[in-house]
């Protein structure tokens, strides 16, 4: 049914971003708060039994994860005109301004290396947004926190799909 399929594609996201965060040795309230978010934005878990399973502070995390929504690079955006230098980092500043707790940005974060992961699986158009607010945003946010395993695979996979000739090229040279 599509109720359990929506439970599983949930359940999968919240896991596999709640890996990247506990990689990274996280506290288990920020790992269980990855894990949650899904299921509590997709109103598949009430918050009530998200509380209960994995305690008040997960569950408030999740919630406010929840708030914090996409940060995208905007509509008026395309890949032909990237964004200058400044306005990136005005956008970096402002995230990191608008969220209440900087555990937010590191989950944040991780949820974005997992779309990229998948990109792959997304439409060109939306895969163009996504890569390129990657390269624009969310890379050099994690350089400047100081998250170097998420900066790295972020400029990455951004650098895969958005230069695919290049990535093949140089992906070459380094087998040689």
């Known amino acids: 049914s599509s109720g359990a399929e929506g439970w599983r594609q949930a359940e999968a996201q919240g896991a596999e ?12 309230v ?5 894990l949650l978010q899904p299921l509590l934005e997709r109103r598949l878990l009430e918050p009530a ?14 919630a406010e994860l929840g708030r914090l929504g996409e940060f995208r ?6 890949p032909e005109s ?10 970096r500043r402002m995230l990191l301004a608008v969220v209440t707790d900087p555990r937010l940005v590191l989950v944040r974060l991780a949820d974005q290396l997992r ?11 939306t895969r163009l947004q996504n890569d390129s607010a990657t390269r624009e945003i969310y890379a050099p946010l994690a350089n400047r926190l100081g998250i170097w ?8 996979l951004a ?13 070459g040279q380094l087998n040689e």
């Open 82 to 91: 990237s964004l200058s230098g400044a306005q990136a980092d005005a956008l």
């Open 17 to 28: 971003t709640a890996g990247i965060v506990a990689a990274l040795d996280a506290e288990r």
């Open 30 to 34: 920020i790992i269980a708060g990855a």
């Open 115 to 125: 779309r990229m992961r998948q990109a792959r699986d997304l439409d060109e158009s």
């Open 159 to 171: 650098f895969r799909w958005l230069e695919p000739a290049s990535y093949r090229q140089i992906a």
């Open 149 to 156: 395993q998420l900066k790295w695979e972020l400029e990455d």
């Open 73 to 78: 690079t905007g509509a008026q955006w395309s």
């Open 49 to 62: 039994a998200a509380a209960s399973a994995f305690g008040q502070a997960a569950s408030d995390f999740a």
